[in-house]
């Protein structure tokens, strides 16, 4: 199974920053980030619309420019808000890396960066037009389809638009047998829920889930 540092395992390090994703490369299989469009353009790597819970400073995101963004403190660490380009270039090789698309009409551009890279990247979102608009491109990257209810309707709609793996809740996947019916349809199964302790880990492992985005990595 295989581990995710969520945000660059979001507990031990300052999420979604290069420092985390530095770190956590240490220790864990692939790293996962957001992905986001800033008011000037660029792609950065932040979760929330807005910046006021994590930083020092206030707005959406999509209305402060890349030197704006730069500015800012993240979580009192000195770490700024970061393009999705440094936190690339911080992805040693042989540690994959997960693209949580945040917003419609990403793709495109974060096609044409990664083909500076050589990192093994692969894309998710909760979006379904986000994820459709990426399949839609000559771009060869494994696509994942999060969703948090209706297992059996959100896992169609992943084969409908031909995605490679669904990243179901933890519920989900201890509750229901989204994680056969997935496999039984040709997909990966990864896990979201930023997993916290060992005992997530083991029911995970034991659901027969192929990943699992976590918080931590000294819980595998």
Known sequence: MEIIGH??????????????????ARYVDAVEVDVRRCG???????????????????????DLTLAEL??????????????????????????????????????PDVRDL??????????SSFRPAALEAALALDWNVPTGYLFAENP???????????????????????????????????LDVIAWKAAKTREEIANLRAAGVDGVTADRWDIA
Not at 72 to 101: F, M, N
Not at 114 to 123: E, F, H, K, R, S
Not at 155 to 178: F, K, N, R, S, W
Request: net charge negative; charged share 25%; proline share 5%.
């Open 40 to 62: 000037s353009g660029e792609l950065v790597v932040f979760h929330d619309e807005r910046v006021d819970e994590l930083t020092d400073g206030t707005g959406r995101v999509d």
């Open 70 to 107: 730069r500015a800012l403190d993240v979580a009192d660490s000195g770490e700024p808000v970061p393009r999705l380009g440094d936190v690339l270039d911080a992805v040693p090789p042989g540690v994959g890396t997960q693209l949580e698309l945040k917003e419609t009409g990403l793709a």
């Open 114 to 123: 990664l083909a500076q890279y050589t990192v093994d990247a692969a894309i």
């Open 152 to 186: 059996w309707s959100n896992l169609q709609t992943a084969v409908e638009l031909g995605c490679d793996a669904v990243h179901p809740h933890y519920d989900l996947c201890i509750e229901t047998d989204v994680v056969d019916q997935a496999h039984r349809e040709g």
């Open 7 to 24: 945000r660059g395992c979001a507990d031990q390090c300052p999420e979604n920053t290069v420092a985390a994703v530095e770190r956590a």
